[in-house]
T-cell receptor
């Protein structure tokens, strides 16, 4: 998976609890992305980062926040998880803004 | 109009046949196009990228781009059961200037 590690790979949590997903890359790529994938919706961009401490919102950013304090790490936080955030979350990286995106293995999150 | 559209399938072809996957997009200014393959329970992996009108071949895969008609296609020659997966079309652009994915076409190659 192109030097991308997502953790945890699986998580079950309860509604209202905070959850943080981590994406770690060893490729030194500038751009990092968080997507969610749901049946019937395909892959949708949540947030992305174009450098340390530089982030922007994607299509479905409500209820999510991100942080990037180091080039290699991009964190996705659900401040108060809801059942609608049950999904598979993928991290992706790319060298350039319109460059090829490479995906991590994904995190399957269930919010009960 | 959805920004990137694909037939959801399933598309079923016999082993050895040509599988043809199609994708249309709405942003006329898009310049970068990608095909990803995703096996069930796995992450998307890049098959092809294409940036110019015409055909681009890589082994058994050929990507075709027609910007005037706003479609991009993927042909898989000599289809194998191992090609059975969901194929995602992705187009750079859209209303937010990001990579927009279609919902994917599920391909089933029957032995």
């Amino acid at each position: 998976d192109a030097g991308i590690t997502q953790s945890p790979r699986h998580k079950v949590t309860e509604t209202g609890t905070p959850v943080t997903l981590r994406c770690h890359q060893t490729e030194n790529h500038r751009y990092m992305y968080w997507y969610r994938q749901d049946p019937g919706h395909g892959l949708r961009l949540i947030h992305y980062s174009y450098g340390v401490k530089d982030t922007d919102k994607g299509e479905v950013s409500d209820g999510y926040s991100v942080s990037r304090s180091k080039t290699e790490d991009f964190l996705l936080t659900l401040e108060s998880a809801t059942s609608s955030q049950t999904s598979v979350y993928f991290c992706a990286i790319s060298e350039s803004r319109e460059g090829i995106q490479y995906f991590g293995a994904g995190t399957r999150l269930s919010v009960l | 109009q959805k920004e990137v559209e694909q037939n959801s399938g399933p598309l079923s072809v016999p082993e050895g046949a040509i599988a043809s996957l199609n994708c249309t997009y709405s942003d006329r200014g898009s310049q970068s196009f990608f095909w990803y393959r995703q096996y069930s329970g796995k992450s998307p992996e890049l098959i092809m990228s294409i940036y110019s009108n015409g055909d681009k071949e890589d082994g058994r895969f050929t990507a075709q781009l027609n910007k005037a008609s706003q479609y991009v296609s993927l042909l898989i020659r000599d289809s194998q059961p191992s090609d059975s997966a969901t194929y995602l079309c992705a187009v750079w652009g859209g209303s937010q200037g990001n990579l927009i994915f279609g919902k994917g076409t599920k391909l089933s190659v029957k032995p």
